[in-house]
């Protein structure tokens, strides 16, 4: 079991987002967050939309930020990787396979898979894509709890067979 460090929003694309007091679940993701929507940018065709039924909410470790620190010197901290939620004792989420449940109260989500580090990220440091592969969080979708809020020292629950 671990607990809730951050929960993270944006209005514009890219990193980072910022660390807010508590984020409400919307039926896309954290409300006021600009990837809450219902259609979103194909990665495999980037021209074209497609429903937004997989990436809500997206979930990195606090574990990868002090690692990714150490081992590049970098200063990542909550939001810097784009996720709206940051977690402390889950490690780095890198064994958690699709499918898995994850529990904040009455929030649950469905991981769908892992996440995969964007080019984006070079703009902390050159090596970070590559040392961060596979440890780059989790891409969940919204099963129930719409309406919920959530806020940092929540717990947090993840689950699989």
């Not at 951050?6 to 039926?27: D, L």
């Amino acid at each position: 079991n671990g607990r809730i460090v951050a929960v993270c929003t944006s209005q514009v694309e890219g990193v980072p987002k910022y660390p807010r007091n508590n984020a409400i679940v919307a039926e896309y993701g954290f409300a006021g967050d600009y990837h809450c929507k219902p259609v979103r940018r194909s990665f495999s065709f980037p021209f074209l939309p497609k429903p937004n039924t997989d990436r809500h909410i997206t979930i990195v470790g606090q574990e990868v930020l002090e690692e990714m620190n150490q081992k590049l010197g970098t200063r990542l901290e909550a939001g810097s990787l784009a996720e709206n939620i940051l977690t402390e004792g889950l490690g780095d989420l890198s064994d958690v396979p699709g499918g898995a449940t994850i529990r904040v109260f009455n929030v649950e989500l469905k991981v769908v898979k892992q996440n995969q580090p964007c080019t984006n990220l070079v703009r902390y440091h050159l090596r970070l894509v590559k040392e961060i592969y596979g440890k780059r969080g989790l891409l969940c979708a919204i099963v129930s709890g719409v309406g919920s809020m959530m806020e940092p020292d929540d717990p947090i629950v993840i689950s699989w067979k």
